[in-house]
């Protein structure tokens, strides 16, 4: 790493701007300059833009981990990707003191309600994560002793990935922060034009006919 020592360059401009200090304070500004002053430096908003700003920069991620995605979890709070950056790095050890949860492993029927407690102590509002196909679909444990997490609780993002790269997770936390903030990017189904393609039910369909893309009734490989 080299260090240089550069000069500012032209110190007239700051002293430019210590003197419209001045005569703002002391009530020298003509009205045209005053506007121009204020528009240079005055931004306006709305209050809930502000607490979704605040909100978005300051997530408390909860000390959670389930399998071998959370290895990848640990990850981003190192020097390689440093999500400090973002304020999310203060990892909390108390449900009662994060506002962010992800999910990162397989979820047995057994820890389902364990995690759902540990969801109802956490500070509102509140945010889920769902790290890895274990955790979204049951990924290659699908069986009856995994439960996928959105169908106990709440999940914002999901993160796809066995496991995810520690970038992704990175990914996903950042669009949950432009989620929280108003202006999430927009649906798949509406960035392809997807309208129409949603699974169809049994009951609704010819079953002997290709159109059907879902498990038939009773069978527990699509539970």
Not at 55 to 67: C, D, E, K, R, V
Request: proline share 5%; with cysteine.
């Amino acid at each position: 790493m080299e260090v240089k020592r550069e000069p500012l360059g032209d110190m007239s401009a700051l002293r430019v701007r210590q003197h419209q200090a001045r005569d703002l304070l002391r009530g020298d500004m003509d009205d045209e300059e005053l506007e121009r002053y204020v528009e240079e430096r005055v931004l306006t908003t709305t209050v809930d833009k502000a607490v979704g700003w605040a909100q978005g920069n300051s997530i408390y991620p909860l000390t959670f981990g389930l399998a071998c995605c959370a290895i990848e979890m640990m990850s981003i709070v190192g020097a390689r990707l440093d999500i400090a950056r973002f304020g999310f790095e203060a990892f909390r050890a108390s449900p009662r003191q994060a506002d962010l949860i992800i999910l990162s492993g397989r979820v047995s029927i057994k820890m389902a309600p364990v995690i759902r407690r540990i969801w109802d102590q956490m500070l509102e509002p509140k945010w889920a994560i769902s790290m890895g196909a274990c955790c979204s679909s049951t990924g290659v444990f699908n069986n009856y002793a995994l439960v996928p997490a959105d169908k106990f609780m709440p999940v914002e993002i999901h993160v796809p990935g066995c496991p995810p790269r520690p970038e992704s997770l990175m990914h996903g936390i950042l669009r949950l922060r432009d989620k929280i903030q108003g202006h999430g990017l927009e649906g798949w189904r509406e960035r392809y034009a997807a309208q129409g393609t949603e699974e169809l039910l049994p009951e609704q369909a010819d079953l002997a006919t290709a159109n059907v893309n879902v498990f038939k009734s009773g069978d527990t490989a699509g539970a």
